[in-house]
């Protein structure tokens, strides 16, 4: 069993993340291997199966992975490096904070009484922006900020109407 197969996604190591992908600092900033300059197109393809194959082709580009082959322990650790640097962000922080998740109520308790918690889910929701439906218009949003651009409303607003769609 290799170094990476004993590693579980949590558990994963600066070690290792340094091992499996292209870590520098700049100016104090953890830059990753992902692609901020890729021009996502997987939705401008008719075919859905065309778009699933280059969705998960532009994924992997996306993350720096050249193999062709997914590889979690990369994508998990270069999500979480882009999480530290953008979540504080406030057009992303407006972007997670519209999502029908954000602070969901979690019930629990012994069946008597219900025990109310309010979650923060941010993180979660940082991943989810990664998925088919906004994945091409989140990538956006990371590429204006890389690029100290603003964030275009037009963008924001467009995934923030996919969520009333998804939910």
């Not at 004993?6 to 992902?34: A, L, P």
């Not at 890729?38 to 280059?54: A, R």
């Not at 979690?72 to 640097?85: G, N, Q, W």
Request: proline share 2%.
């Amino acid at each position: 069993m290799t170094e990476l197969e004993e590693n579980s996604v949590d558990t994963v190591t600066t070690e290792t993340i340094d091992s499996i992908s292209h870590v520098t600092k700049h100016d104090g900033v953890t830059e990753t291997g992902y692609n901020y300059d890729i021009i996502l197109t997987y939705k401008m393809i008719e075919d859905t199966d065309d778009q699933d194959t280059l969705f998960k082709l532009q994924f992997l580009q996306a993350f720096g992975i050249t193999t062709n082959e997914y590889q979690p322990e990369v994508v998990s650790a270069e999500m979480d490096i882009l999480y530290e640097r953008f979540h504080d962000n406030e057009d992303i922080r407006e972007i997670i904070q519209s999502h029908p998740l954000y602070n969901c109520d979690k019930r629990g308790g012994d069946g008597e009484a219900d025990i109310v918690i309010r979650m923060d889910n941010s993180e979660m929701i940082f991943c989810m922006m990664f998925s088919f439906q906004v994945f091409d218009l989140f990538h956006k949003c990371i590429q204006s900020i890389h690029h100290n651009l603003a964030v275009p409303h037009e963008i924001k607003d467009e995934i923030i109407g996919l969520y009333r769609q998804m939910f």
